[in-house]
């Protein structure tokens, strides 16, 4: 299919129809790089059963609208949720929508106002701390099983404080708080929150210190992302537990704390036992533990008396009588072994002799081959090695002659 229109022609005229033209601008903005755009959001609109969500970004400066279009996931991956009148970065590329001829935008992504700079100045951040091993999991530390104290620090009459408290309380009754109220966003909540730590740390109770705050925005959460509080938390003695914002919030003192918890309520079911359940749990391992150790006793009895009904028990001679017999063979057996080794070391070394027979010199000779030797007594392998009129010895099976070389041949 050919991606450039083809148009009429009448004459010298060159008409494109409609729906051609539109293919032919849709193909040239489709070439168009993606870019951001600036707006603030209105007319936002979507429905259970669209795939997509459209919205309007308007320019502040002269009233220029743009429409927009996005999935319906993006939009919702997106927290917290988009509302009209926000300022965002929206990027994406332009398009034409052939069947009514309306330019729109399409949003590949987006940014609330600001957020931007912020997002690459925390990662940047992280990347840093990262890399001087604040986040390492080795380092963090095991939450004690039952903490005699715990430190909280939250907002002022905040619902972070009562989801913790009440839940842990829930779960454990016993449970014991020590709550520092602290200021858990805007300006002046690094220094309180970082003084609360110290304060708590330096408190002997404390085993443990859960850091609360609930959902907010991206600019509420900003502060425990604050690379001063980051440190506190890392340098601090007592095992922290992180509990800021929803499940889906990962602010950076969730990194270097010792526990995360996505929610207050989670953090306060990690840092106590269920009481009811552990008592429950206790009862089954004593039912448990009684039940084997009556079974092991049954076990053991019946082991013993029937031990006690075997013969030897009745009758301890009997024992002696059933192992007399293979004793007695045992006996015969290692009376035996000395002549029958040293009948088999003869029969090795009858063989052993009968090969150095075989391989000697002497069977050999015993063939009818001689051996000759030199003047010297060498023995001699080339006719080369004796001249004529030498004395020369020639040895037998049996015997030995002594000759004279009267003709060499080579």
């Known amino acids: ?18 729906s051609a033209y539109a293919f032919g601008v849709s193909g040239w903005l489709a070439r168009l790089p993606q870019v951001w755009v600036e707006g603030e959001v209105s007319e936002l ?9 459209y919205l309007t970004l308007k320019d502040l400066r002269d009233g220029s609208q743009l429409a927009c279009f996005m999935t ?3 939009l919702e991956s997106v927290h ?7 300022r965002i970065h ?8 052939r069947k009514r001829g309306e330019f729109r935008f399409e949003i590949a992504a987006l940014e609330r106002f600001g957020e931007g700079l912020v997002l690459r100045r925390i990662e940047e951040l992280r990347q840093k701390l990262g890399a001087e091993g604040l986040f390492a999991e080795e380092r963090k530390r095991p939450l004690p099983l039952l903490p ?26 016993p449970a014991r708080f020590e709550i520092v109220e602290a200021a858990v966003q805007g300006p002046g909540a690094v220094p309180q929150i970082i003084a609360a730590l110290r304060r708590l740390q330096d408190d002997p109770r404390i085993e443990v210190i859960v850091l609360a705050r609930g959902g907010g925005s991206f600019e509420d959460l900003l502060p425990f992302s604050d690379e001063r509080l980051v440190r506190a938390v890392s340098a601090c003695t007592t095992p ?6 929803h499940e889906q919030d990962t602010p950076l003192v969730d990194l270097v704390a010792d526990l995360r918890a996505g929610t207050p309520s989670l953090a306060a079911k990690r840092i106590v036992p269920d009481y009811e359940a552990e008592q429950e749990r206790l009862a089954d391992l004593l039912r448990r533990g009684g039940r084997g150790l009556q079974v092991g006793v049954e076990r053991a009895r019946g082991r013993l008396a029937a031990i006690a009904q075997r013969p030897a028990f009745a009758d301890p001679s009997t024992w002696i009588a059933v192992r007399r017999g293979p004793l007695a063979l045992q006996r015969q057996a290692l009376d035996g072994w000395p002549g029958r080794r040293l009948e088999r070391e003869a029969m090795r070394l009858a063989a052993a002799r009968d090969r150095l027979r075989l391989l000697g010199p002497g069977a050999t000779l015993e063939r009818g081959y ?12 080339d006719a080369e090695d004796v001249e004529t009129g030498e004395r020369i010895g020639v040895r037998l099976a049996r015997g030995r002659l002594a000759a004279t070389v009267e003709e060499v041949e080579t």
């Open 90 to 97: 929206a990027f994406g590329r332009g398009e034409l929508y």
């Open 148 to 173: 005699r104290v715990i430190g909280l620090i939250c907002g002022s009459d905040a619902a972070a404080m009562r989801d913790v408290v009440e839940t842990a309380r829930t779960r454990y009754p």
């Open 1 to 18: 299919m050919s991606t450039r229109p083809t148009p009429t022609l009448y004459g010298d005229r060159a008409v494109y129809a409609v």
């Open 45 to 53: 609109k979507t429905q259970p059963r669209w795939s997509l969500a």
């Open 80 to 86: 917290p949720p988009l509302a009209e009148g926000e």
């Open 240 to 245: 922290v537990v992180s509990a800021i914002g």
């Open 370 to 381: 001689a051996i000759v030797q030199g003047p010297d007594g060498a023995v001699l392998r």
């Open 72 to 74: 319906k996931t993006r």
